[in-house]
């Protein structure tokens, strides 16, 4: 078994428990993932390394990755920042604001989208936030609720599929929207719609595409809205 060099710094956690049996808690096991997470993907390993326990102890008392991953989320969460102010704006350009926030947040945290509002928004202090800006501007509460999930809901079926997109760039697998071009570019008898439209790298823009949708779901929104009697 390879010793440890005596002269190599311990970290935080491992100075807390060594020379001694570790007694692990949870805020032993937070700072643990925050330690390794903060500079590498969180794994049983790497946690059960800087606690200075072995992968089975660390299981015992979480269940296993799943549980380390959802700590990590939420410890990300509390990075993130407040939602945008909505001075200045009506409540159209304050949900595109708003949905432009979430998006960022997903695609710098990707874990957080495994557990979508629940890790972004653990103890609600953002919905509670959105929803006050809504009622503001004249929605009822129920409703504000519902179009703070709605757009939420939106925002993460988008990102997925641009993650999904990225890992199958990278695993070498031509993503679908770019292998429609590329076929419609060659000409396509079985497609002459789509090889009308002509389609080039404005269509496949990623920014644009999610700007487009976010501008229907507020559009759909509004819709419900003026349905009801109110604008």
């Known amino acids: 078994m ?7 710094p311990d970290s935080p956690v491992e100075a807390r428990v060594r020379g001694r049996t570790p007694t692990l808690n949870a805020a032993l096991i937070e700072e643990a993932v925050r330690q390794v997470g903060s500079s590498a993907a969180v794994t049983m390993q790497g946690v059960a390394k800087a606690l200075g326990v072995n992968v089975t102890t660390l299981y015992r008392h ?29 409540w159209r350009q304050w949900l595109t604001q708003l949905a432009k926030f979430y998006r960022r947040a997903f695609l710098q945290n990707p874990d957080l ?12 202090r953002r919905l509670e936030r959105a929803t006050r800006i809504l009622v503001e501007f004249e ?11 709605f757009l ?8 997925y599929q641009e993650l999904q997109t990225e890992l199958e760039s990278e695993g070498g697998i031509t ?3 770019t292998r429609l071009a590329e076929t419609l570019q060659s000409g396509s008898d079985r497609l002459p719609m789509l090889t009308d439209l002509h389609l080039d790298a404005d269509d496949l823009d990623r920014d644009a595409n999610f700007n487009f949708f976010i501008a229907c779901a507020i559009e759909g929104i509004a819709a419900r809205i003026e349905g009801a009697g109110r604008k």
């Open 175 to 177: 993503p679908t929207y």
């Open 62 to 90: 979480t269940g296993g990755l799943e549980k380390l991953r959802s700590i990590r989320a939420l410890q990300k969460s509390r990075e993130v920042g407040e939602v945008p102010s909505a001075a200045g704006s009506d």
């Open 2 to 8: 390879q010793k440890r060099n005596s002269t190599q």
């Open 152 to 159: 939420v809901n939106n925002v993460v079926g988008y990102v």
């Open 139 to 149: 929605f009822e509460p129920r409703e504000a609720v519902r179009a703070h999930a």
């Open 113 to 124: 989208l495994t557990y979508a509002q629940g890790a972004l928004d653990p103890d609600f």
